[in-house]
């Protein structure tokens, strides 16, 4: 049984990774499984919360009780994002968007040459999605945003930075080789004081202990 902290608050998250056309065929994605997107999703509903999910292609079915919409690009996303984000009391960017799209897919399948010759794809940069909702937080603080950020390394140096380039009250730091497809996770919170270890643990377990974090912050928003 979960407390019900976040009862009359809606969170919108997004979830899993984006998947950039090259042909109708084929395209760019990455390792994300969306496992640790849907156990926020999850415990935020447990925790009383309405949940919209935003999720890229995954291989899951949606938490209970949670609505979901499915998209395929990060421009995709970003337009389910911005047309669901009024209202909505907290935003969590889970999702690991493509920075990049392919700016020449072609609308056939391309085909292999037989002189050997190969395509030659032309990238554009996708928007970014939480940073364009942080940049519309209201005076009250709404909607509050968290950030992920998968790192390589320097977690800690990186992740610090990352919040403050984000304009963000809240990131999440983890390692990507620590995360993408598994099951459990060891997780950092940013904040503007500091950060704090959370150790390894399933991602549900993590994200129960997140929810729980985010939940204090919103309440003193709502005092204010
Ligand atoms: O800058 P970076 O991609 O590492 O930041 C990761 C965070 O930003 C995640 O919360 C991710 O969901 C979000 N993001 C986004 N739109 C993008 C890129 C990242 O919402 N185009």
Request: net charge neutral.
């Amino acid at each position: 049984f979960q407390p019900k902290v976040l009862a009359g608050k809606r969170v919108l998250v997004t979830a899993g990774p984006t998947f950039e056309a090259i042909d109708p065929v084929r395209g760019i994605t990455n390792l994300s499984s969306g496992k640790m997107g849907y156990a926020v999703a999850r415990a935020a509903r447990e925790a009383g919360a309405e949940v919209l999910l935003i999720s890229g292609p995954t291989a899951l079915e949606a938490p209970f009780g949670v609505r979901r919409i499915d998209v395929q690009s990060a421009q995709q996303m970003h337009d389910a994002v911005l047309s669901q984000i009024d209202g909505q009391h907290v935003f969590v960017a889970v999702a690991a968007v493509a920075d990049w799209r392919v700016l020449n897919a072609s609308e056939q399948k391309m085909k292999k040459q037989a002189d050997g010759s190969v395509p030659e794809l032309k990238f554009a940069q996708n928007p970014d999605i939480l940073a364009t909702v942080a940049a519309r937080t209201n005076l009250r603080g709404y909607p509050y945003c968290v950030g992920f950020a998968a790192e390589s390394e320097n977690l800690v140096e990186f992740g610090s930075s990352k919040r403050e380039k984000k304009g963000i009250p809240l990131l999440v730091g983890n390692i990507g080789q620590n995360t993408f497809g598994q099951d459990d996770n060891t997780i950092i919170l940013f904040d503007e004081d500091g950060h704090t270890v959370l150790p390894r643990a399933s991602k549900l377990e993590l994200a129960r202990q997140l929810i729980s974090e985010i939940s204090k912050r919103v309440s003193k928003l709502s005092l204010l």
